[in-house]
């Protein structure tokens, strides 16, 4: 039986790469020509096909009650036009679950991109315009072969709303 559902309020900070850091990589703009390095998107994308892609989210708001997380590659998501947006992550883990408490929210300007570690649980993109095209890079099976989700109002009774941050 599913319990009955708490509603928690994530406050979304702003993102920075010291705090991004448990969870992926954050790639700002940097001058053409400038040498690979470590603020370049470390990618890992050798067990199958890459795939990049755009897709065109509509009406997603912000709340979530699924969370979900790639263990075969990184992924690598990015608005188009500028648009800000913000992700509910929760650092890999062993577990088939993502603590709940360990769950935050960051707000993405549009001018940057941000890059999944291997095993990330990710809950998004989420905005409040009506509708946002992201470039996505994964593996073309992704969504396939490399997709688990964990139910957090099944499993904790709880449902996420991210917060403009405080």
Known sequence: MTPPLTLH??????????????????????????????????????????????????????????????????QCLGALEGKDWVMGVAPPGAADRPDPQSIQAFHIPGHCFIKLAVGTWHAGPYFSHPSVSFYNLELSDTNITDHHTCNLAQTFGLEFEIVAGQ
């Open 9 to 74: 309020r994530l406050p979304a900070q702003p993102i920075t790469a010291e705090a991004f850091a448990p969870f992926g990589q954050v790639i700002f703009p940097t001058a053409d020509g400038a040498d690979f390095g470590p603020g370049d998107a470390q990618l890992k994308l050798d067990e199958g096909i890459p795939r990049f892609y755009i897709m065109t989210l509509v009406d997603r708001g912000t709340r979530f009650r699924t969370i979900t997380r790639h263990q075969r590659c990184t």
